[in-house]
């Protein structure tokens, strides 16, 4: 046994050093949301990386979100805004390239988000909501190093129609329990 877990060690200890040999999972576990404060159209959507609560500050130098579904383009050129969240800004330089599919937020002088970095871009194309946009984004530093990975998470809400559905459905099973006990006793 102890010869197997040796082996299976060392042969991970020289994958990992191999040449070509893929990269280690990013080190900070993320989450990616976006936000759009218009009610009729989504010209600008917040893109709101999320990080877990720490003490100490992540870098970033760049943070890059690829649109991978929905009817939405990033605008080029696009004049985007970047803070902590707290309200200090960070200066950023978006660049966009893939037809408009592919947005990088670059931090010259690094973001350090503790717990959230807010990223506003342009979009070109878009439609009403942020519920249709899927993307996927990668954020790091300089050197290489993935720090942030993942895909856009979406917050499902229901249309009022589905909630005005399911609240006439259950006052009909509430009215027909009222009446089965009434008749009971």
Same mark, same amino acid.
């Given at each position: 046994?102890?010869?197997?877990?040796?082996?299976?060690?060392?042969?991970?200890?020289? &994958?990992?050093?191999?040449?070509?040999?893929?990269?280690?999972?990013?080190?900070?576990?993320?989450?990616?949301?976006? @936000?759009? @404060?218009?009610? %009729?159209?989504?010209? !600008?959507?917040? %893109?709101?990386?999320?990080?877990?609560?720490?003490?100490?500050?992540?870098?970033?130098?760049?943070?890059? &979100?690829? &649109?991978?579904?929905?009817?939405?383009?990033?605008?080029?050129?696009?004049?985007? @805004?970047?803070?902590?969240?707290?309200?200090?800004?960070?200066?950023?330089?978006?660049?966009?390239?893939?037809?408009?599919?592919? %947005?990088?937020?670059?931090?010259?002088?690094?973001?350090?988000?503790?717990?959230?970095?807010?990223?506003?871009? !342009?979009?070109? !194309?878009?439609?009403?909501?942020?519920?249709?946009?899927?993307?996927?984004?990668?954020?790091?530093?300089?050197?290489?190093? @993935?720090?942030?990975?993942?895909?856009?998470?979406?917050?499902?809400?229901?249309?009022?129609?589905?909630?005005?559905?399911?609240?006439?459905?259950?006052?009909?099973?509430?009215?027909?329990?009222?009446?089965?006990?009434?008749?009971?006793?």
């Amino acid at each position: 046994m102890r010869l197997r877990t040796l082996r299976a060690a060392l042969g991970a200890l020289l &994958i990992a050093a191999a040449p070509g040999a893929a990269l280690a999972a990013p080190a900070v576990p993320s989450t990616l949301t976006a @936000e759009c @404060e218009s009610v %009729f159209a989504c010209g !600008q959507v917040d %893109f709101l990386l999320t990080l877990p609560t720490s003490d100490a500050p992540t870098l970033l130098d760049y943070l890059t &979100i690829t &649109i991978t579904g929905g009817a939405f383009t990033f605008a080029d050129p696009n004049g985007p @805004e970047a803070d902590d969240y707290s309200g200090f800004p960070t200066f950023v330089e978006g660049v966009v390239s893939g037809g408009g599919m592919v %947005f990088t937020a670059n931090f010259p002088f690094g973001a350090w988000p503790t717990t959230t970095l807010r990223v506003r871009a !342009q979009m070109a !194309q878009f439609e009403a909501s942020v519920g249709a946009l899927r993307a996927s984004y990668v954020g790091g530093t300089l050197d290489g190093t @993935e720090v942030v990975a993942g895909a856009l998470g979406v917050a499902v809400v229901p249309e009022p129609a589905t909630v005005a559905l399911l609240g006439t459905g259950l006052a009909v099973l509430g009215l027909a329990a009222r009446r089965r006990g009434a008749r009971g006793a």
